[in-house]
């Protein structure tokens, strides 16, 4: 059974940065494509962040606009992690952050293409 938790959520104030953490479980990580989203209260799960396998080895990663620059993602094959380091946070990076992994081709930003999905991290940044 495949497995996604994260961690490292909580309050910051605006400038400040979070670590999230996302372990796997349940499955071979290496070699598949992984994502982080959020949602806000109200709004649609919006696409955060990727990192792509090209290969078992090999990466890219992708960034939404308004994190570009502010974000980065990160992972450790052999600890079965994936990371999100945020830095500058703003009031409107207040969401639930989720990661998630999926082994289809389809588009990266796309959550409907990921198969497996963390419960989901709260991230409050106040002024």
């Known amino acids: 059974q495949v497995q996604l938790v994260e961690s490292g959520g909580g309050l910051v104030q605006a400038g400040g940065s979070l670590r999230l953490s996302c372990v796997i479980s349940g499955r071979t990580f290496s070699g598949v494509d992984m994502g982080w989203f959020r949602q806000a209260p109200g709004k649609e799960r919006e696409f955060v962040a990727s990192?792509?396998?090209?290969?078992?080895?090999?990466?890219?990663?992708y960034y939404a606009q308004p994190v570009k620059g502010r974000f980065t993602i990160s992972r450790d094959n052999a600890k079965n992690t994936v990371d999100l380091q945020m830095n500058s946070l703003k009031l409107e990076d207040t969401a639930v952050y989720y990661c998630?992994?999926?082994?289809?081709?389809?588009?990266?930003?796309?959550?409907?293409?990921?198969?497996?999905w963390g419960q989901g991290t709260q991230v409050t940044v106040s002024s």
């Open positions: 990192s792509k396998a090209l290969s078992r080895s090999v990466y890219e990663t």
């Open positions: 998630a992994l999926k082994t289809s081709y389809s588009n990266y930003a796309d959550p409907n293409g990921y198969e497996y």
